[in-house]
């Protein structure tokens, strides 16, 4: 039933000239519907100018408290009135808040007052503070101080006598040489049996020293142990509570989908760990709204709205798809029963495409890549320039593909015929002594003419293929760029790549400390064209075998 507080939206204009897709979106890769596009116009619009709430996206300088952009979603409904309209989401919470007027409601609230939640979290925080109260005890501090010190003391004790034992040791040893001169054959065994004692006498008295020792140490561990005893009892106590009140929190985010079937998180990501905040993000909680109320969904998108985060790329106002790490799993059972637009990530672009080789010798080639290509063959496509390599050159040995391009990004590669021109060749770009150059189309103008990038690179773990930039984990990732023009609100520019990481020179551009400006048609990073315009067009290396300086360039067609 809707509810007075109904988030189903009319649109504000009359949306009569526009045509309803005959699929649902898929969320994964999609290209925003027109529908799409107005109803976020808009949301953005409400978010400017209601009242009801306030929260600091980082745009309005004025806005105080705590910078946090956040991820919004439109879902594009007919109603059982036929109606069309639209809902609206944000993900997690907006304001410290999981309900506004507008948005549907979360599938589960856990802020709800005197829920499970909160008891359980009351019951979690007391036993925090039995556990603080201990630790923070004068008794149990004291008692550790003492029983390091102690420690430290005894083991230092019985480390000098057992120093002394070896300098003993040593002495007998001359001793036993010097006598050995002197004495006949049956003294000098009797003076060696003497020897024999002495030590035996060390070992025993190193015995008796270190039970001394540990007994001086062990009352203070016993008082010790009980405390701590007490302390680990009560954190494997909350330790306990803390699992059972997530596998609760986990039965109660249960997902619709357009049959009426239900799924709770546990029952999803089965043999997967369930990652936090799973179910809190836009499109699980349209979806979830439209199934509830009997909406029919025609089409959903999700858009960026401030400041981006630290590490991921994100523009103000950009449309962006579903993450693949927490939403995936979810959408996957949601979306069961609806036919959706095609997967282009099976679809093999590369059909129809023709790998242009620019050089060959009897060594290796150089092949100019087309976009939208493997490099290697992928987990669904096999299709390839590796796998069109080896039916060109079926006698090659070893690897045939010596360095790699991403799908999108055209431009050449070197091809290797044997194995040894390949670990020549890769120790080449190891050694960094391969000169790479790529032309790039920027979305905007760049003030700089010239630069250098240092952002160190890792995958995002929730929402592969994408690349965050992390100074904790990342790998070493560096660019030198030059701008060639700039026209049209558009900067055409050469980068150097000094390493080659996963999508280095698309987040060098886009993200918010490198150039800030996205490559044209990066549907990852920036917004979806033609085409992604970045080209590999220049390779310079030492030819394995002629050693002669070999400088190919292929011009891109962008």
């Known amino acids: 039933m809707l509810t007075e507080k109904d988030p189903f939206t009319y649109f504000k204009e009359s949306i009569a000239s526009f045509t309803l897709p005959n699929k649902f979106t898929f969320p994964f890769f999609y290209q925003t519907h027109p529908l799409c596009k107005l109803a976020a116009e808009e949301l953005q619009n409400h978010i400017e100018t209601q009242t009801e709430w306030e929260h600091?996206?980082?745009?309005?300088?004025?806005?105080?408290?705590?910078?946090?952009?956040?991820?919004?979603?439109?879902?594009?409904?007919?109603?059982?009135?036929?109606?069309?309209?639209?809902?609206?989401?944000?993900?997690?919470?907006?304001?410290?808040s999981n309900h506004h007027s507008k948005f549907v409601p979360p599938v589960f609230?856990?802020?709800?007052?005197?829920?499970?939640?909160?008891?359980?979290?009351?019951?979690?925080?007391?036993?925090?503070?039995?556990?603080k109260s201990l630790e923070d005890n004068e008794e149990y501090n004291a008692l550790k101080t003492l029983f390091k010190t102690k420690s430290l003391f005894v083991s230092a004790e019985i480390e000098e006598f057992r120093e002394l034992m070896r300098y003993a040791k040593k002495k007998r040893k001359e001793r036993r040489t010097e006598t050995k001169k002197n004495l006949s054959e049956q003294g000098y065994k009797i003076f060696c049996d003497d020897l024999v004692r002495e030590s035996l006498a060390y070992r025993h008295q190193l015995g008796v020293v270190t039970k001394s020792c540990n007994e001086r140490v062990e009352t203070i561990q016993e008082k010790l142990q009980l405390l701590q005893t007490e302390i680990d009892t009560l954190k494997t106590k909350r330790k306990n509570k803390s699992a059972a009140l997530q596998q609760e929190i986990f039965e109660q985010y249960q997902f619709l989908n357009i049959d009426g079937q239900q799924k709770n998180l546990t029952e999803i990501f089965v043999n997967k760990p369930i990652i936090a905040g799973a179910g809190e993000c836009a499109a699980p909680k349209l979806l979830q709204y439209a199934f509830q109320n009997q909406l029919k969904p025609i089409a959903m998108a999700e858009f960026w709205w401030g400041t981006p985060p630290k590490s991921q790329v994100r523009k103000h106002g950009n449309f962006y798809p579903a993450c693949r790490g927490k939403c995936e799993p979810i959408l996957g059972h949601m979306l069961n029963g609806m036919e959706l637009d095609e997967n282009p990530m099976l679809i093999n672009h590369a059909e129809g495409k023709v790998l242009e080789i620019v050089f060959e010798d009897e060594y290796l080639a150089v092949i100019n890549k087309p976009t939208e290509f493997l490099s290697v063959p992928g987990k669904t496509i096999q299709d390839s320039v590796a796998t069109r390599m080896k039916l060109r050159f079926p006698d090659a040995t070893g690897p045939l593909i010596v360095h790699r391009l991403d799908m999108s990004t055209s431009g050449l590669i070197l091809i290797a015929k044997s194995s040894e021109i390949h670990k020549d060749l890769q120790s080449q770009f190891i050694n960094r002594t391969v000169n790479k150059r790529y032309i790039a189309l920027l979305d905007g103008n760049l003030t700089e003419d010239k630069g250098f990038i240092d952002l160190p690179l890792r995958v995002d773990l929730n929402d592969r293929p994408r690349q965050l930039v992390c100074y904790e984990h990342g790998k070493n990732a560096r660019t030198r760029f030059k701008v060639i023009e700039r026209k049209d609100n558009k900067t055409k520019i050469n980068f150097y790549p000094i390493t080659g990481r996963t999508h280095q020179l698309r987040v060098h551009a886009a993200h918010s400390k490198g150039l800030n400006k996205a490559i044209v048609g990066d549907e990852l990073y920036g917004t979806k064209a033609n085409r992604l315009h970045l080209h590999a067009e220049y390779l310079e290396f030492m030819h394995p075998i002629t050693e002669k300086v070999m400088k190919i360039r292929v011009d891109a067609d962008f």
Request: proline content about 0%; aromatic content about 10%; charged content about 20%.
């Open 109 to 131: 609230d856990i802020l709800t007052e005197n829920g499970f939640f909160n008891k359980g979290m009351a019951k979690l925080n007391l036993l925090n503070d039995q556990i």
């Open 56 to 96: 600091n996206f980082g745009i309005d300088a004025t806005k105080k408290g705590d910078v946090i952009g956040k991820m919004f979603g439109v879902l594009v409904v007919k109603n059982q009135q036929n109606e069309i309209g639209y809902l609206s989401a944000f993900s997690g919470k907006l304001a410290e």
